[in-house]
């Protein structure tokens, strides 16, 4: 029984709620698409949207891979350094195409929630994967802590999401349909 056995209820849980908030975003985006102006900038959507799917797709994952019955670490601390590298390339791009969108223009929790906590939690995984080997219960628990964080942060970027369209999309059109 390797040290991951010990978190495979943490892991079911966290992978529950990252499997049931993908498809309750499914069913957010579908809602508010219909509310979408044709003067919407889809690199905003690809900025703000899309990295929120994938920061519970990565949670999804990550769980089902450390709930696999492992030999030994490892082989897991390699997938989860590799997904680790992976999202700091993909935080990356998406700060790049915060700045390059021209939608909205983002303020500092904007920045805080869509780059530096999702760049925070990657980095975690790409570190806490070299520290495995060596300190494997502080690695384990640097695991959890970043999937942890970018369930969180996936949860309060789709709640903005949401508000921003309900209430600033809703005061835009009702200033251009002259009824404010």
Same mark, same amino acid.
């Given at each position: 029984? /390797?040290?991951?056995?010990?978190?495979?209820?943490?892991?079911?849980? =966290?992978?529950?709620?990252?499997?049931? *908030?993908?498809? *309750?975003?499914?069913? =957010?985006?579908?809602? #508010?698409? /219909?509310?979408?102006?044709?003067?919407?900038?889809?690199?905003?959507?690809?900025?703000?949207?899309?990295?929120?799917?994938?920061?519970?797709? /990565? =949670?999804?994952?990550?769980?089902?891979?450390?709930?696999?019955?492992?030999?030994?670490?490892?082989?897991?601390?390699?997938?989860?350094?590799? =997904?680790?590298?992976?999202?700091?390339?993909?935080?990356?791009?998406?700060?790049?195409? #915060?700045?390059?969108?021209?939608?909205?223009?983002?303020?500092?929790?904007?920045?805080?929630?869509?780059?530096?906590?999702?760049?925070?939690?990657?980095? /975690?995984?790409?570190?806490?994967?070299?520290?495995?080997?060596?300190?494997?219960?502080?690695?384990? #628990?640097?695991?959890?802590?970043?999937?942890?964080?970018?369930?969180?942060?996936? #949860?309060?970027?789709?709640?903005?999401?949401?508000?921003?369209?309900?209430?600033?999309?809703?005061?835009?059109?009702?200033?251009?349909?002259?009824?404010?």
């Amino acid at each position: 029984m /390797t040290a991951l056995a010990g978190w495979q209820n943490f892991y079911v849980i =966290v992978g529950s709620s990252a499997g049931a *908030l993908i498809g *309750l975003q499914f069913v =957010v985006l579908s809602l #508010i698409s /219909t509310r979408l102006t044709r003067a919407s900038d889809p690199a905003a959507g690809r900025a703000f949207a899309t990295p929120t799917i994938v920061h519970f797709s /990565t =949670v999804l994952g990550l769980s089902g891979v450390l709930c696999a019955p492992w030999d030994g670490i490892l082989a897991a601390a390699v997938v989860w350094g590799l =997904v680790g590298l992976s999202g700091l390339v993909y935080t990356a791009a998406i700060t790049r195409q #915060i700045r390059r969108q021209s939608a909205y223009q983002p303020e500092f929790e904007d920045w805080l929630f869509h780059a530096l906590l999702p760049l925070a939690a990657y980095a /975690t995984l790409a570190v806490s994967a070299c520290a495995a080997l060596s300190h494997v219960r502080e690695a384990l #628990i640097a695991v959890g802590a970043a999937v942890l964080l970018l369930l969180f942060t996936g #949860i309060h970027n789709a709640w903005d999401a949401v508000t921003y369209h309900v209430f600033s999309r809703s005061r835009q059109q009702d200033k251009s349909d002259g009824s404010e």
